[in-house]
């Protein structure tokens, strides 16, 4: 992999821990949090902690680096940059890569990259479960809109501010991206038989800002540009113009509404409201009939036991007959 952090590792050093004490038979033994390369990159990432240690078991050791941004997005956007060149795809993670002799992958707001040993599924399972703070949220869908054709291997990038963007696309201004509304932008390099080229693919909050911040596009020398919905698709200068125009044109955009939706019940259906009420009559219909019974019936066991008497009489004068 790449070395992006450059110093010794310092047995003993008192560091806020983020890796385990142990994976798997491995027993960490020195812990360095090195001076990092491109800190501002690194800022926009949205970087929190980070620290290398050293796992040794017996002569066998390897090291391992965690970066902990400050969510999904970050590590993504961390994820591409630090991809080593030539690297496959991983199953042990929804985004994780191998070389012959390492292993870069995300968890949640975490990247983490083995070099010199490739941890097995139980003991990434359990490494996990040490990690602090972990989020969840899910990844931005800006990367399912760039081109997979004629990309070349390992080369997207994703952009979150003026630093990344100097870093990955330097010919398109900061102040044309606009990061200050909420701009996010996905980097690709493509292969064209006249040479490679950069598409730059941003995103914007609204449809009307995208309409808006493309007329700067437009005015940077060279640029071909291609608006679809709140995406922003530039290429500047390329070798052939006729490969940039197939390119843009493979760049569509697709609403994804997500909206509550009231699921209805059983008692939304008026059959079933109309059912209940019929039901709801029979019950009292049936209430009524058997409190009559029986208020009558005990009427008619009392009168039985007076003899004749009727229970509560009524008392008569009878002063007609005087």
Not at 80 to 106: I, K
Not at 128 to 156: F, G, I, R, W
Not at 238 to 264: F, S
């Amino acid at each position: 992999m790449k070395p992006l952090l450059c110093a010794l590792l310092l047995p003993g050093l008192a560091l806020a821990a983020i890796l385990p004490d142990a994976i798997g038979a491995y027993h960490r033994t020195a812990v360095a949090r090195p001076a990092l390369a491109d800190r501002a990159v690194w800022d926009e990432f949205g970087l929190k902690n980070f620290e290398t240690a050293t796992y040794e078991n017996g002569p066998a050791q390897f090291t391992v680096t965690a970066w902990q941004l400050q969510d999904t997005t970050g590590s993504l956007a961390a994820f591409d940059w630090q991809r080593p060149a030539g690297a496959q795809p991983s199953g042990v993670a929804a985004m994780a890569v191998e070389t012959p002799h390492g292993l870069l992958l995300v968890h949640g707001n975490y990247l983490l990259a083995f070099q010199g040993y490739r941890p097995t599924t139980p003991e990434l399972d359990a490494m996990a479960e040490t990690l602090v703070n972990v989020d969840s949220t899910p990844l931005p869908v800006l990367p399912a809109y760039m081109p997979t054709q004629e990309l070349e291997p390992t080369s997207e990038r994703y952009v979150l501010g003026p630093a990344s963007l100097q870093k990955f696309d330097p010919v398109i201004p900061p102040s044309v991206a606009a990061f200050h509304l909420g701009t996010e932008a996905q980097v690709g390099v493509f292969h064209s038989p006249k040479g490679n080229m950069t598409l730059g693919i941003f995103n914007y909050p609204t449809p009307q800002m995208a309409m808006q911040q493309i007329e700067l596009f437009r005015k940077i020398s060279g640029a071909m540009v291609k608006r679809s919905g709140p995406l922003v698709a530039a290429i500047v200068s390329p070798p052939d113009p006729d490969a940039a125009e197939r390119l843009l044109a493979n760049v569509p955009y697709q609403a994804q509404v997500t909206r509550d939706e009231y699921v209805p019940t059983r008692r939304d259906n008026i059959g079933n409201l109309v059912t209940n009420v019929f039901i709801l009559t029979g019950f009292l219909l049936l209430f009524a009939t058997v409190a009559g019974l029986a208020f009558g019936g005990f009427r008619v066991l009392l009168r039985a036991m007076r003899k004749g008497e009727e229970p509560e009489a009524m008392i008569r004068l009878h002063l007609e007959e005087r």
